[in-house]
């Protein structure tokens, strides 16, 4: 009898073991091994910094022009910050936080030096990033050098080297940054000041030159000063378009006014803005010669201001130099007014105005009785009556031209004074 023989059955395989993770303690073994060879390359390149100095500034020249230019001015001063920096550099690798406040003060401060010299920031960013990338690359070569079979272990630390260069990048920039807008606020202040001066009339001669500078206007040359309120502020670039293409203009935001100091053309009028938004007045001076002068052209302009119409409009100086001479002396105009209209103060006030809208309206009118009676309503007659009327009670003779200058100015001292 034959016995069947059974085969022999195999073992099942197993499953094949995962790897087993690093534990804590062989992570920072390690981040140990790993900062040990940091130091050690880290304290040669602090020994070799002069010449880690050297190949940076080399390596700027050859490619940021802005630094080129910086080092061809002053050799010296660039080398130092660059040599400086980069100490902080490597001894922040070696001591993070004994090293950290001096390094963030050194960045800020490059930052701040290099906006007041007006630097590009992009060339400044890049130097920074040159120098940790020559920071990197001389760690790796010292370690390849000493200790090749420990680059592996660089790897596990150029996270913190690059982390440092993007803190201080961002540093720089902040500080860069702050400095550029304090230096903004101060050039506009300084404006706003020898603007104000010039305004002002009291601008010393030794700051013409650098008020011009200021303003891109010359020293010498022709201008008037535009006065303005009301409207839309007068900053803004419609009302700069306001004086039309190719008008040099700088504008000054007074307390009670704006104000617009003009280069005018020789022989050319001075410039009235063309449109201005409603309910805007504007006033306009006279012409004068220099810098020097335009708190005088200011003074003018004022005086041109109170003669616009108070629902908006310009009124240029030279159109209106009789009454710009009773606002300019308020006090002589009221007693222009008494002298010339006071006779009729005996009036009923209702009979009083009717004589003195019939004088004006008639001076409007260049002296024509039949034109000022359509726009009175009235008949031509009328009108000459109540002429006569006002010659009887005030003695004056309106055909005698000196008596009908008086009359003329006392009427416009009356509108503009309130009398």
Known sequence: MHHAVRPRTLPRP?????????????????????????HRAARVLLDDLPRLTDRLIAV???????????????????????HRSLRHSVSSLLDPRGARDAARRCSWKIGATRAEQGLPLDALLHAFRLGGSLVWQGLVDETSRAAPEDVRLLVHVAADVWNFVDEHCTLVADAYRQT???????????VRLLAAALLDGTSRIADLPEAARALDLPEQGRYAVVAVTGGRPTGCPGARAAFGPGVRVHWHTGAAADYGIVLVGDGEEVAVPEEQAPGTRAG???????????????????????????????????????????????????????RLL????????????????????????????????????????TVLNRLRRYEQLSGRSLSRPSDLVE??????ARRLLGR
Do not use: F
């Open 14 to 38: 197993g499953p094949v073991p995962a790897p087993r993770p690093r534990t804590p303690r062989t992570r920072s073994l390690i981040d140990a091994d790993a900062l040990r060879v940091l």
């Open 60 to 82: 700027l020249q050859e490619q940021e022009p802005a630094y080129r230019a910086a080092v061809e001015a002053d050799p010296t001063a660039i080398w130092q910050e660059a």
């Open 180 to 190: 550029e807008r304090q230096l903004a606020w101060r050039r506009e202040n300084r």
């Open 284 to 338: 306009v001076s006279s012409a004068v010669e220099g810098l020097a002068a335009v708190g005088e052209a200011r003074r003018l302009a004022d005086t041109a201001l109170r003669l616009s119409p108070e629902e908006g409009g310009a009124a240029r100086l030279t159109d209106h130099l009789p009454a710009a001479l009773v606002v300019s002396s308020p006090e002589l105009g009221a007693a222009l007014v008494d």
């Open 342 to 381: 006071g006779p009729l103060a005996h009036l009923e006030p209702a009979d009083a105005d009717v004589l003195l809208d019939t004088l004006a309206t008639w001076l409007a009118c260049d002296g024509s009785a039949q034109r000022a009676s359509r726009r009175l309503y009235c008949h031509r007659n």
């Open 407 to 412: 009359v003329s100015l006392a009427l416009t």
